[in-house]
């Protein structure tokens, strides 16, 4: 079945370092793709999100990628802080319906 | 900043017993949602609903599970009777009518079934 996934489970940078998460999907219906944070005990928190229709979105020392060809997704992270520590979910949908997660990277900064 | 708020964190509670999952969605959204994490895996839909009914749901929202939004702030997961499959982290999430918005999370019900 069409699913989303994570390349690299755990991810170990060193602080001030740039980060790169990765995330393949393979249902190409879908037109919406966002980013979480999930801190041990809490829920996942919003980062960025992008639409079908853009390649790129900036935020906050955050920028996700979007390459549709080959179904690629990415979570950049500038001058990465050990607070980033965290598992990073991709997550893609269709509209702002149901969202389908992945199993989630690890994310460990070391300072 | 507004956020999601779950009631409790942590429910413990024998199997076959009926619980109620409780969240207190953000203010102006009108789109709300029940999803869960088994331990160690990765966060799993279960329903959606908007201007009260369910808009959409997935293979484990089974006749065990119901939602219902009893007023103006809350939303409710039911499981009629619970299983010991039924034990994860229960996320209640909402979104705004605009349609750009994206869904935000509270910080979950711990459910562990005894």
């Known amino acids: 079945g069409e699913s989303v996934g994570l390349h690299l489970p755990t991810l170990s940078v060193q602080e001030g370092d740039n980060s790169i998460i990765n995330c393949a999907y393979s249902n190409s219906a879908s037109d919406y793709f966002i980013w979480y944070k999930q801190e041990s005990g809490k829920g996942p928190q919003f980062i960025i999100d992008?639409?079908?229709?853009?390649d790129k979105r900036q935020g906050q020392r955050v920028t996700v990628l979007l390459n549709k060809t080959v179904k690629h997704l990415s979570l950049q992270i500038a001058a990465t802080q050990p607070g980033d520590s965290a598992v990073y979910f991709c997550?893609?949908?269709?509209?702002?319906?149901?969202?389908?997660f992945g199993k989630g990277t690890m994310l460990l900064v070391s300072p | 900043e507004p956020e999601v708020t779950q009631t409790p964190s942590h429910q413990v509670t024998q199997m076959g017993q009926e619980v109620i999952l409780r969240c207190v969605p953000i203010s102006n959204h009108l789109y709300f949602y029940w999803y869960r994490q088994i331990l160690g895996q990765k966060v799993e839909f279960l329903v959606s609903?908007?201007?009260?009914?369910?808009?959409?749901k997935s293979e484990i929202f089974d006749d065990q599970f119901s939602v219902e939004r009893p007023d103006g702030s809350n939303f409710t997961l039911k499981i009629r009777s619970t299983k010991l499959e039924d034990s994860a982290m229960y996320f209640c999430?909402?979104?705004?009518?605009?349609?750009?918005?994206?869904?935000?999370f509270g910080d979950g019900t711990r459910l562990s079934i005894l």
């Open positions: 999430a909402s979104s705004a009518d605009t349609g750009n918005q994206p869904q935000h």
């Open positions: 992008i639409r079908s229709n853009m």
């Open positions: 609903f908007y201007n009260n009914e369910i808009s959409e």
């Open positions: 997550a893609e949908g269709r509209g702002y319906s149901t969202l389908t």
